[in-house]
Each structure stands twice: as structure tokens, then as C-alpha cells.
């Protein structure tokens, strides 16, 4: 404000109210000659939650900020509020897997700023040295208290924070039921089962080691983390059984299931919420023999090129408020409790989200080896050129 | 400046971009070819002929490839052929410009763009559904190896159709008229004049389709669905999923070894097929 005054009368301010009705004046000339603008700046100072304190609005953070994350994770509205409020465009970069993220960043020069790894990779990275700790003091919306230890504490690694909880979920799959008769199968063995029979053509698993290896251990009733080679023999084969039978190995289901191409996929917590919220014949199954447990961070790799805008998206994304919408929009569960107490209660209580507590029991974390264990990897991509 | 010095000069800019686009990248794969996979994937130097040994894993792939790079050649050859030969020979002058640049106007888009409107066309709701209306029940196009086919005749067709195109119009029409001039019936005219004179443009159009083919990945990731595997889609897995750098350029050496030799025995059919023309034009 350039023109303060310390005093206007009424009728000045009318007349110059008109004036910027009329837009023969700006509001800067409107605000200053009225002495509005002072009034609101130092209401705004004196009420703190009208204050723009958030570390994401402050300074100039660049014109761009690159995510690389999972498919279907993130409203696209908040990605426009925040280049509204900080000026910073978010680059979106989709990935499948862990493993595929891990490629890009050992090979070096990947551009991002922000990426999103699972729960298992977070001590790889920290011991391969491809990922910086996270400075909280940059994050003003980050309370670690506010976190569930169970899915936030993998983020931290050797006391130091590496990384800070986006959501947590589960892997099951998801089926078309009006495909099959309108019965829903409970288990990994029928998924199998249905795909070399009555869904042949129509079943699609993941891109990806971690759940396809899994959960075709599952199977057999081994664990889904096993590195075992007798038991991941038995996979290999079940899985090269499959394959003819497959419509395709893609992480990115969603288009096909809505298109009616794929009637079965193996399938994550959100992805599963946003198709049986449009589609109610398509629905989510945990198997009963178990499967995984997951849960997200947000990190910043080594060399981040935005490295004040990563810090800006990150802290954006925590506000209780942000979160929360993303939440209703993808559809994952979030460990922030200040967020779970912006959901409303259908959220809270759909079993998609949070699972009954004997289907949940049976599920296991993805274990760290299974990121770096050769005999997986190699599985994969034999079963994906066989 | 002596003649040797200003040629020197000229192949200098070509000189350097080969040396570090493509010399020292393949010295590179080669020497990571005999290397071994790091605890956490990439590469540590060793001296091994595993990763060779290994090949067959991946023979697959190198079926995959040499199946469907020389089959998609063959029938963009054949749509591409016919149509060059429209745009050359009988299209009205007035219209072959407009008609050119309606051959090129697809590739305004990207391709990726491009096959994933397929994945809709070969989709369930798509020609699929089309073809159930007329009674053809439950056909399935997309993630086949014939969807992948599709896109690439669709993908790769102008890559075909110009050399040749270029070729015929250039053809001489005098030797036409004088072919049938000389009885011969207009068949034959094609299979004995313009055919053989438009050599060039069919060895140019399918050595430059076979070879971009061979080394395909995005038409089979697209409209294959992970499913139907290019030696290129193993290589991508292989160093941006296992992680296997020493694996992978092993496969990518091989690859370009087998390239080398098919593409010189097929450089040396064309030059016998060459030299036997003009043995017959002696005569």
C-alpha cells in the first residue's frame, strides 16, 4: 500500500467506492486510498489462521516442481490450487513399480524432486545414497505425532526422517462380479483359478515384481515376501500357466475394468474405491490367504533440481485440509489423524478402506529383500518375455 | 587448406557426433555385457560369459522380434506399394501434393498418442463391438500379436510409402509407352519395367522399416499389453525393472549383432537382384 490515509470520510469513501465499481480505478488505488488494505493486513496479522504462514506460499519457488508417482493417486484440483498459490506447475510422472523408480534414479539425472516409494525400498535408498533426509523444519504442515507409527515409522530410517506418510492400503483384486454370475471369490486361489478357466482373456496382474510374484506365492500358501527358489519356482510356473490366459500385465487397470475389456485385475486399495464408486458390479477382494500391506512416503531424491519447490508440494500435500481431499478423491487411507478427522464417517467406515480385522491380519508388509533380490526381478521379466 | 585437411573438416561435426552417440555408447554396452549385476541391480565390472550363456531366457523376445519386424516389413510393403504407386503414376497433378501430404498429416501426432487411440479401436467397444452387431461374437484384437501388427503397419507405413513413391515418379513414363508400344500386355509392363525400376525404393522403404522394427518397443508395450514381447520391451525391463545392466547389454549387443548380419545379407540380395537387372538390360 503506497497511499495510506489515515482518515476518509464517508462520502470520499462511497465516491471511491463507485470509482472501482466502475473500474475506473484499481483495486491497489481502492484499497490504498481507503485504507482497507492496512485494516485487512493487520487483521490478518492479529487473526493467525487468516494468515498466509504456510511454507508453500512463501517466496519464489520456481516455475515447476516434477512428482514421479503411482498412477490414480492424486486429485488433479489440488495440483491446480497449488501452481495457483505458489506459481509452480507439477510434472507428473506415472510409475508401476518400485523397482522401475529405483532404475531411474540409479542410473542417475531422473529430474525429480518429489517421488513416492513404498514402505520395503526406503532402506535400499537410504544405503544406495539416492535419497536426502528431510529437513521437518521445512514442512510446516508435518506433525509427527499426528502419524500412525505403523505405517509412518518405515520413513524413518537410523533416527533420521527420510520420508513422511502419504497413504497406506492393501493389495487385493478386483473383479467384475456381473461377469461371474454376481459371486464374489474370497481367495488367491480362485483368482488364479477363474483366470486359466472361466476369465481366461480377461485378467490382468501388475507390472510389477513385489504383487505378481506375491501373489501368485500366495497360491501355493508361502509368503509373500518368499526369496525362496523352490517356492518361487512353484510361482514361476503358475505364473507361465497363466499367462496365455492373460488379458495383460499393466499396473495401470482402471481404463481397461471401466471398459469392460478386463473383468478381473489384481488391484490397490484407491483404485479399487474409485471403480466401485462409478461401476458397484465391480468390486474389491482381499484374499483370504493374505497378500500385502502397504504404505507410501513422500521423499526427495539426492540432487533434487526444485529442491525449495519439493519441500513447497510435500508441505502443500500435508495440510490437513489438501490431504483430506485427496483422500475423498483417490480413495486410500491416510495414517494422518488430523486428516481422518476432516473425513466424514462413510469414509471411515467403508471396508474397502479399512478391511475387517481378520482380512487384515493375514496381510504382510513387502520385505526389503524382495526389492533387491535378482531371483525375483529376473523372475518377472522372464514370465513378462516368456 | 589442402583437399585432405578441408575433407577432414567437412566429416569432423559427423565424425564427433558418431564417436559420442555411438562409438563410445557401444564400446560401453559391450563392456557391460561381460560384467555381473550389482547386489542392488546395475553393474560391477567382471569378466564373465554368463550374461551370454544366459541369452536363451530371453529367446522369446528374439522370436517375438524376428518374427513380427520382417512380417510388419512385408505388409507395410504391400499396402504401401500399391498406394505409391497410385500417387506417382495415376494421380491427377493437381491433386498428388494434397494427397502426399495427407500420407504425413498422421504423423503431426505423436505416435503415442496415435496407438493409444488403437488400444480403443481393438478395444471391447470397439471394432470388436462392430463386429458383434453383424454377428461376429467375442473377437479379441487388443494385447494380440495382430493388434500389434496393425500398429505398426499403421505406425511405419510412410516410412514405406515415400522411397517408393519418390522412385516411381521419377520412372521414366516413355519406357511405359514403349513397352506397350512393343506389344507388351500392361501385367507385364509392371512386372517387367516399372517393378524392377522401383528396386531402389522398395530395398530403401523396407530396409528402413525393418531396421527402426527390429529395435521397436513402444507399438508392443502400447497394443500388446505386456504380453507380446519386441527384444526391445526385454531390454526395458531389463534395465528399468531387474536392473540387470551387464544382462541387458548383453541383449542389446546381441541385438545389434543380429542386425548387422541380416541387414547385410539382405544389402547383398539386393545388389545381386541388382546386378541381375542389369544383366537383363544387356541382353
Known sequence: ?386 | MTQRSRNLLLLAPAGAWFLVMLVIPLTVVLIFSFGERGAAGGYVPAFTLDQYANLPARWAAFKNTLILAPAGTLASLLIAYPLAYYLAVRADPRWKTVLLVLVIVPFWTSILIRSYAWIFLLGGRGIPALLAAIGIEDVRLINTPFAVLIGIVYGYLPLMVFPIFVNLDRLDKRLLEASSDLGASPWRTFLQVTLPMSLPGIATGCLLVFILLMGEFLIPAILGGGKVFFVGNALVDLFLQSRNWAFGSAVAATLVILMLVTVTAYMRLIRRLGAQREDVALM
Open chain 1, 1 to 386: 500500500m503506497t497511499k495510506d490515509n489515515d482518515h476518509i470520510s464517508k462520502r470520499k469513501f462511497m465516491e471511491e467506492l463507485y470509482r472501482y465499481k466502475r473500474g475506473s480505478v484499481t483495486r491497489r488505488h481502492f484499497l490504498g486510498v481507503t485504507g482497507l488494505g492496512t485494516a485487512s493486513a493487520v487483521l490478518a496479522a492479529a487473526v493467525p489462521a487468516l494468515r498466509p504462514r504456510r511454507a508453500w506460499a512463501q517466496g519464489d519457488i520456481g516455475d515447476r516442481v516434477v512428482l514421479a508417482t503411482w498412477p490414480n493417486y492424486h486429485d488433479p484440483a489440488n495440483f491446480e490450487a497449488f501452481t495457483e498459490a505458489t506459481g509452480a506447475a507439477v510434472d507428473v510422472n506415472v510409475f508401476g513399480s518400485n523397482e522401475e523408480m529405483l532404475a531411474k534414479l540409479q542410473a542417475g539425472g531422473s529430474g525429480w524432486d518429489v517421488f513416492v516409494p513404498t514402505n520395503y525400498t526406503i532402506t535400499t535408498y537410504v544405503g544406495e545414497g539416492l535419497i536426502d533426509p528431510l529437513d521437518a523444519a521445512r514442512m510446516a504442515n508435518y506433525d509427527a505425532s499426528a502419524f500412525d507409527p505403523r505405517f509412518a515409522g518405515p520413513g524413518i530410517v537410523d533416527n533420521t526422517l527420510y520420508a513422511v506418510s502419504k497413504n497406506w492400503g492393501t493389495t487385493g483384486y478386483a473383479i467384475n462380479i456381473s461377469k461371474n454370475d454376481n459371486v464374489t471369490p474370497t481367495s488367491w486361489k480362485e483368482f488364479w483359478d477363474m483366470t486359466m478357466d472361466s476369465f481366461s482373456g480377461r485378467t490382468m496382474v501388475h507390472d510389477y515384481q513385489l504383487t505378481t510374484i506375491g501373489n501368485a506365492l500366495k497360491y501355493f500358501g508361502y509368503s509373500f515376501n518368499s526369496v525362496d527358489p523352490a517356492e518361487l519356482a512353484d510361482a514361476e510356473k503358475l505364473l507361465l500357466d497363466a499367462k496365455p490366459h492373460l488379458f495383460a500385465i499393466n499396473s495401470d487397470y482402471q481404463p481397461s475394468m471401466r471398459s469392460g475389456d478386463a473383468w478381473m485385475t489384481m488391484c490397490w486399495t484407491g483404485d479399487g474405491k474409485q471403480m466401485n464408486r462409478d461401476m458397484p458390479e465391480i468390486v474389491y477382494v482381499l484374499g483370504k490367504e493374505g497378500g500385502e500391506l502397504w504404505s507410501d512416503f513422500y521423499a526427495i531424491p539426492k540432487g533434487a533440481p526444485h529442491l525449495d519447490a519439493a519441500y513447497a508440494l510435500i508441505d502443500f500435500l500435508l495440510t490437513p485440509e489438501v490431504n483430506a481431499k485427496e483422500a475423498l478423491f483417490h480413495g486410500y487411507p491416510v495414517a494422518d489423524s488430523r486428516v481422518n478427522a476432516l473425513l466424514p464417517a462413510e469414509v471411515l467406515n467403508d471396508p474397502i478402506l479399512y478391511p475387517a480385522a481378520e482380512l487384515l491380519d493375514a496381510l504382510e508388509f513387502g520385505a526389503a529383500a524382495t526389492l533387491t533380490d535378482p531371483n525375483r526381478a529376473e523372475l518377472l521379466a522372464r514370465f513378462k518375455s516368456a
